[in-house]
């Protein structure tokens, strides 16, 4: 299922037009009900790479790749590993091996195996991501971010990053513009970064484009309150209850409260008027307000203490 979110230039950086990717989601002919207690999902955005597949062996390498690794899934092993771990590592750099740039940067960064060092981590960042390495370009942006509030330069490197298909940057790009980070606001943009984020399986992305799309909606309802046609409406809780299943089916607790919600206060109904199951499900609402609860979702306990 494709949906537009009609984007308008007002004046903005506009990002390059994604081609929308097709998910495998639960259709909308069908009740979603919670099956099992998911671990809420979070976003670490100093967490390391995490699979060897990200970085397979280069051939024309006289090294081995799991020997370098030791067998270690992530960064997070090389604290059991030695100095000659990360002097493999600065060779195989040497020899213009991208990804070693990345895997240097986040030892500089975090202080595996050296002294941490943000400055000597944005040096291997700035090669990797000069070298078109997704990575590189995401780990840049974020060093920019996080460390240099530097909010210009990490826009373009998430801008970067984005053209690669990289969710995580384009879930930030939504950020960025939802908040005017360095750039003019601008919601309509950060809905579609958002939404393409979400049709690559990020979680996060799939509640934030939720959030968004209520807003720009909202804001409509409030200011031209009798302009909005029932298909209008159909359409628009159409998109928020594909998104909402998405990220609720994966575990967000936030998202499985809102579409909670939405099976409560019968909104549901406007997806398609002839489809009655959608009016009012409170038995199902309460399933996904409940396991919201159980994730950990505070506003979910609230919400459950104040009315049962």
Same mark, same amino acid.
């Given at each position: 299922?494709?949906?537009?979110?009609?984007?308008?230039?007002?004046?903005?950086?506009?990002?390059?037009?994604?081609?929308?990717?097709?998910?495998?989601?639960?259709?909308?002919?069908?009740?979603?009900?919670?099956?099992?207690?998911?671990?809420?999902?979070?976003?670490?955005?100093?967490?390391?790479?995490?699979?060897?597949?990200?970085?397979?062996?280069?051939?024309?390498?006289?090294?081995?790749?799991?020997?370098?690794?030791?067998?270690?899934?992530?960064?997070?092993?090389?604290?059991?590993?030695?100095?000659?771990?990360?002097?493999?590592?600065?060779?195989?750099?040497?020899?213009?091996?991208?990804? =070693?740039?990345?895997? !240097? +940067?986040?030892? $500089?960064?975090? @202080?595996?195996?050296?002294?941490?060092?943000?400055?000597? &981590? %944005?040096?291997?960042?700035?090669?990797?991501?000069?070298?078109?390495?997704?990575?590189?370009?995401?780990?840049?942006?974020?060093?920019?971010?996080?460390?240099?509030?530097?909010?210009?330069?990490?826009?373009?490197?998430?801008?970067?990053?984005?053209?690669?298909?990289?969710?995580? =940057?384009?879930?930030? !790009? +939504?950020?960025? $513009?939802?908040? @005017?980070?360095?750039?003019?606001?601008?919601?309509?943009? &950060? %809905?579609?970064?958002?939404?393409?984020?979400?049709?690559?399986?990020?979680?996060?992305?799939?509640?934030?484009?939720?959030?968004?799309?209520?807003?720009?909606?909202?804001?409509?309802?409030?200011?031209?309150?009798?302009?909005?046609?029932?298909?209008?409406?159909?359409?628009?809780?159409?998109?928020?209850?594909?998104?909402?299943?998405?990220?609720?089916?994966?575990?967000?607790?936030?998202?499985?409260?809102?579409?909670?919600?939405?099976?409560?206060?019968?909104?549901?109904?406007?997806?398609?008027?002839?489809?009655?199951?959608?009016?009012?499900?409170?038995?199902?609402?309460?399933?996904?307000?409940?396991?919201?609860?159980?994730?950990?979702?505070?506003?979910?306990?609230?919400?459950?203490?104040?009315?049962?």
């Amino acid at each position: 299922m494709k949906f537009s979110s009609g984007t308008q230039n007002n004046g903005s950086i506009i990002s390059p037009p994604h081609t929308p990717i097709q998910s495998n989601t639960p259709t909308l002919n069908q009740n979603i009900t919670p099956c099992s207690k998911n671990t809420p999902p979070s976003i670490n955005i100093k967490s390391p790479i995490a699979t060897k597949s990200l970085y397979a062996h280069n051939n024309s390498s006289s090294y081995s790749f799991d020997s370098l690794l030791q067998k270690k899934q992530n960064l997070r092993g090389f604290t059991k590993c030695n100095e000659r771990t990360f002097d493999l590592w600065k060779e195989v750099a040497e020899r213009k091996y991208t990804p =070693a740039y990345v895997i !240097l +940067g986040q030892c $500089y960064r975090d @202080g595996i195996l050296v002294e941490s060092d943000i400055a000597k &981590a %944005l040096i291997w960042f700035k090669r990797a991501a000069h070298m078109n390495d997704i990575n590189g370009c995401w780990y840049l942006a974020l060093c920019y971010f996080i460390y240099y509030d530097n909010y210009q330069d990490a826009f373009t490197w998430l801008l970067n990053a984005s053209k690669k298909k990289h969710s995580e =940057a384009d879930t930030a !790009l +939504g950020l960025f $513009y939802y908040y @005017g980070l360095g750039i003019p606001r601008n919601v309509n943009q &950060a %809905l579609d970064h958002f939404q393409y984020a979400a049709d690559l399986g990020n979680t996060n992305a799939q509640y934030l484009y939720c959030e968004c799309l209520n807003y720009i909606f909202k804001e409509k309802e409030n200011q031209m309150p009798k302009s909005i046609t029932m298909e209008e409406k159909s359409i628009h809780y159409d998109k928020l209850f594909h998104y909402c299943s998405m990220a609720a089916t994966q575990g967000n607790p936030r998202a499985q409260f809102l579409l909670g919600k939405l099976y409560l206060d019968g909104s549901l109904k406007f997806i398609n008027t002839e489809t009655s199951n959608y009016k009012f499900n409170s038995s199902i609402g309460l399933q996904w307000i409940r396991l919201s609860a159980e994730n950990g979702y505070k506003k979910a306990k609230e919400f459950l203490i104040e009315i049962l």
